[in-house]
């Protein structure tokens, strides 16, 4: 069975910086996209991050381009999402995604349960 879990949410203050932690169980996921979707309180899930499973090619959403980093250790089935410059709008619970195609943002096949997010002074 194939698990997805988050982990490094919390509260910070704008201008701070939160790392997240994604690790995936249940089979090898190697070849497969990760990424991360985030989903603020009456919002509909908005894509953030996404990287390939081979070559490690990445994408960001415009909003976060600059100041998140995306990243993968395929020995270990995890991928991170650095967050620095955090705003109050990045405020949202973020969602870890993985999917059998090149990036996630083509459909996801597995999702996390969650991480809360709050960027609040």
């Known amino acids: 069975q194939v698990q997805l879990v988050e982990s490094g949410g919390g509260l910070v203050q704008p201008g701070g910086s939160l790392k997240l932690s994604c690790v995936a169980s249940g089979r090898t996921f190697s070849s497969d996209a990760m990424g991360w979707y985030r989903q603020a309180p009456g919002e509909e899930r908005e894509f953030v991050a996404g990287i390939k499973g081979s070559g490690g090619s990445t994408l960001y959403a415009s909003s976060v381009k600059g100041r998140f980093t995306i990243s993968r250790d395929s020995a270990k089935n995890t991928v991170y999402l650095q967050m620095d410059s955090l705003k109050p709008e990045d405020t949202a619970v973020y969602y870890c995604?993985?999917?059998?195609?090149?990036?996630?943002?083509?459909?996801?096949?597995?999702w996390g349960k969650g991480t809360l997010v709050t960027v609040s002074s």
């Open positions: 995604a993985v999917s059998r195609r090149d990036y996630v943002t083509f459909g996801v096949d597995y």
